[in-house]
């Protein structure tokens, strides 16, 4: 088992600049989580998959942030343009049913908006 | 909003002492679980508790779901340099979308040296 495995580690980019974060659940996941982490606002919840499908994207800051699945071993997370608050830890989760509320989470993309 | 408040918000003890963290809301929640985050790396689920009243053990760790279901702590006993983390606890309110929890904003636990 490989775990949820994201893409890049590390990501610098200049405002202004697309951002796309990757992430790959745990094979027989069905459902895939989006969190950022900031020492400001802890562990925010952006936006979550069912099947593939968004459920719950209340958590997207705004227009500027889109999230896809187009299937079910692959998610990404598109910032642009990116501006220098969306500097944060994003953190990608799955878990391996419906109602199972034991989160795996990878190891998180650390995104540096200059 | 719901919100989960957890303290303390930091802590700094002996190898050997036992560490207790809890987390409280003003919601009722269905589910409370606590994760471990070390540097660099996602949180892991340590324990997940699902009735009120609950008391579960993972090894040197308990926590306890409030009979209220408005509270949860964690104890950690004969603390080790490997337990240094942050710890969060999270839950899932009885009105909030099957799956999508909430997380706490966390305990930092340093042994000092």
């Known amino acids: 088992d490989a775990g949820v495995i994201q893409s890049p580690r590390h990501e610098v980019t200049e405002m202004g600049q697309e951002v796309t974060l990757r992430c790959k659940p745990i094979?027989?996941?069905?459902?895939l989580f989006w969190y950022r982490q900031t020492m400001m606002r802890g562990l925010e919840l952006l936006i979550y998959f069912n099947n593939n499908v968004p459920i719950d994207d209340s958590g997207m800051p705004e227009d500027r942030f889109s999230a896809k699945m187009p299937n079910a071993s692959f998610s990404t997370l598109k910032i642009q343009p990116s501006e220098p608050r969306d500097s944060a830890v994003y953190f990608c989760?799955?878990?391996?049913?419906?109602?199972?509320?034991?989160?795996?989470f990878g190891s998180g993309t650390r995104l540096t908006v200059v | 909003g719901q919100q989960l408040n957890q303290s303390p918000q930091s802590m700094f003890i002996q190898e050997g002492e036992d560490v207790s963290m809890n987390c409280t809301s003003s919601s009722i929640f269905n589910t409370w679980l606590w994760y471990k985050q070390d540097p660099g790396e996602g949180p892991v689920l340590l324990i997940a508790?699902?009735?009120?009243?609950e008391l579960t053990s993972n090894g040197r760790l308990t926590a306890q779901f409030g009979i209220t279901r408005k509270d949860s702590f964690l104890n950690i006993s004969a603390s080790i340099p490997s337990d240094v983390g942050i710890y969060f606890c999270?839950?899932?309110?009885?009105?909030?979308?099957?799956?999508?929890?909430?997380f706490g904003s966390g305990t930092r636990l340093s042994i000092r040296p």
């Open positions: 508790l699902y009735k009120a009243g």
């Open positions: 094979s027989g996941h069905n459902s």
């Open positions: 999270a839950g899932q309110g009885v009105h909030s979308s099957a799956s999508k929890i909430i």
């Open positions: 989760a799955s878990i391996r049913r419906n109602n199972d509320y034991g989160y795996t």
